[in-house]
């Protein structure tokens, strides 16, 4: 007797794992219902302009089982460098009743932040979400905010210091900022204090609207230099590579299943490349210290 129920109890058991299998799954599927995600771009004009940023972010939802159309409904909304038309294209989002809203530029994501405080929000591309308050700390972001930081700000002084480097007696740069976004604010003054060593003059020029100073970013979003025939030069950073584009996919899939943004470690590069683009520097006449050349992890003929 005590054989027979110690071997009922064992497949009870054995029956309760089996159950649990197909389960968990299931689990590891997305729901057939289809969720909806909102997209808020702070820079690009429309969605092939914005390629460079869309296409792996995609990409990353289709690997982990999100497909555009089928069980993944995503809206998109461009400001094309008008930091004044955000707070009614994130209302456009609300509205349209995303379940989580991916952000290009910090504008776009204090916009949706202003908008709503509880919508969950994944920042494709922030500089420093601390430093502009869109987060309590990288770790524990709180709130509903989570994502990826570039920490571009903390790069300014050093992107000053390659271009003193690349164009020899460099004394005087124009810096393009926008002063509602915290970013290029921070970004300025981060500039601004290292400037003094450099023997180099900075002249602030305000820039709310993509199209009122210096150069634009093409369809894909590349980084460069533009020369005008008075010898200036602007440098400015690459965009968000298609790692981080990735990352968010990541991201807003454990949100989607049910994870908190405040659960969500805010996500920063492990390791910065730099790349030199030679065509572009011949183009400019430009000429690229050996030194700079070795130091690059990718030189671009």
């Known amino acids: 007797m005590a054989s027979y129920i110690a071997r009922r109890k064992f497949l009870a058991a054995l029956g309760g794992v089996a159950a649990g299998w197909p389960l968990a799954a299931r689990a590891q599927q997305p729901p057939s219902a289809v969720r909806h995600i909102g997209v808020l771009s702070t ?21 982990l089982g999100w497909i555009e159309g089928q069980n993944v409904s995503i809206a998109y909304r461009f400001a094309d460098g008008k930091p004044d038309l955000l707070p009614e294209l994130a209302s456009e989002l609300i509205r349209l009743q995303s379940e989580v809203i991916v952000t290009e530029g910090s504008p776009a994501t204090l916009a949706v932040k202003n908008a709503s405080p509880t919508i969950a929000i994944v920042m494709g591309t922030s500089g420093d979400p601390v430093g502009s308050g869109l987060v309590a700390s990288l770790n524990r972001p709180g709130g509903n905010v989570t994502g990826l930081a570039l920490l571009s700000s903390d790069l300014a002084g ?53 199209n009122e100073h210096g150069p634009r970013r093409d369809e894909r979003g590349s980084p460069g230099s533009v020369h005008d025939h008075s010898g200036r030069y602007a440098l400015w950073p690459a965009g968000a590579s298609c790692r ?43 000429q690229i210290p050996d030194r700079l050349l070795a130091l690059a992890d990718e030189v671009i003929e």
Do not use: Y
Not at 160 to 184: C, D, K, M, S, W
């Open 158 to 210: 050093k992107r000053l210091q390659l271009l003193a480097e690349i164009v020899p007696g460099l004394a005087r740069v124009a810096a393009l900022f926008n002063p509602t976004n915290p970013t290029g604010v921070m970004a300025l003054e981060q500039t601004q204090s290292a400037a003094p060593s450099l023997n180099i003059e900075v002249q602030p020029v305000v820039a709310r609207r993509g």
């Open 244 to 286: 981080f584009c990735r990352c968010a996919a990541a991201l807003v899939d454990k949100i989607l299943r049910g994870t908190r943004p405040a659960d969500l470690p805010v996500e920063q590069p492990a390791k910065l490349d730099l790349a030199i683009n030679l065509k572009t520097a011949k183009a400019l006449g430009l």
């Open 43 to 63: 820079g690009f004009s429309n969605a092939d302009a914005a390629r460079s940023f869309l296409d792996p972010f995609r990409q990353g939802l289709r690997e």
